[in-house]
Structures are given as structure tokens and as C-alpha cells.
Nanobody, 116 residues
Framework: QVQLVESGGGLVQPGGSLRLSCAAS????????MGWYRQAPGRQRELVGS???????NYADSVKGRFTISRDSAKNTVILQMNRLKPDDTTVYYC??????????WGQGTQVTVSS
């Protein structure tokens, strides 16, 4: 089992920045991928950004150039730095862990609200 604890959501004005953090604990495999997803009401959960244990990143087109994902493998932590936030970025963000096996592990979600 893997447990994920997220932090860093909140309210920010358009054009502002937020930093989301996700700490993983439990049965962590060295070779894994962690990422951030978001889900608006009535819509499917979508990838925001992901990073492998070797540092390979992947981003949704809608956030490229604005968001940056990074990780501290020693601490099993992944960070999503979100800059130039837009109202369309408002939703719940979820952290995910997968060690290339059949199971995905999800965090509880953190609300991001971009509004003036």
C-alpha cells in the first residue's frame, strides 16, 4: 500500500502562483511515476503533469510553459509549481502514484481556486 498526502491548494488571483506538494509513504518502489491530475465537475479526470523516477516529464498542452513538475526522490515527494494561473485552472487537483504495476494510488485531492 502507498499513502499520498497533498498540500498547497487554495485561492489565488488570476496571474498568480501556487505550489502543490505530494508526499508518498508506504511500500514505495524505486522505479515509479508520480503525477498530478485534475477533475472538474461532470468531466473526466485529466493529466496535468507527471514525472518518472528518472526525471522524464509529461504535461498537458493547456499547462505547458506555466506549470512545472519536479520531485525529490529521497523524500518521495513531487511538487507542482503553477504560475500564471487562469480561472480555467480552478478545480480539484489529485496526486497519483504508480510503480508500473496494476494499481494506481491517489491522494485525497486539494482545491485550487483562481478568482479575483
Amino acid at each position: 500500500q502507498v499513502q499520498l498526502v497533498e498540500s498547497g491548494g487554495g485561492l489565488v488571483q488570476p496571474g498568480g502562483s501556487l505550489r502543490l506538494s505530494c508526499a508518498a509513504s508506504g511500500n514505495i518502489f524505486r522505479n515509479n511515476v508520480m503525477g498530478w491530475y485534475r477533475q472538474a465537475p461532470g468531466r473526466q479526470r485529466e493529466l496535468v503533469g507527471s514525472i518518472t523516477s528518472s526525471g522524464i516529464t509529461n504535461y498537458a498542452d493547456s499547462v505547458k510553459g506555466r506549470f512545472t513538475i519536479s520531485r525529490d526522490s529521497a523524500k518521495n515527494t513531487v511538487i507542482l509549481q503553477m504560475n500564471r494561473l487562469k480561472p480555467d485552472d480552478t478545480t480539484v487537483y489529485y496526486c497519483k502514484y504508480n510503480d508500473w504495476g496494476p494499481s494506481d494510488y491517489w491522494g485525497q485531492g486539494t482545491q485550487v481556486t483562481v478568482s479575483s
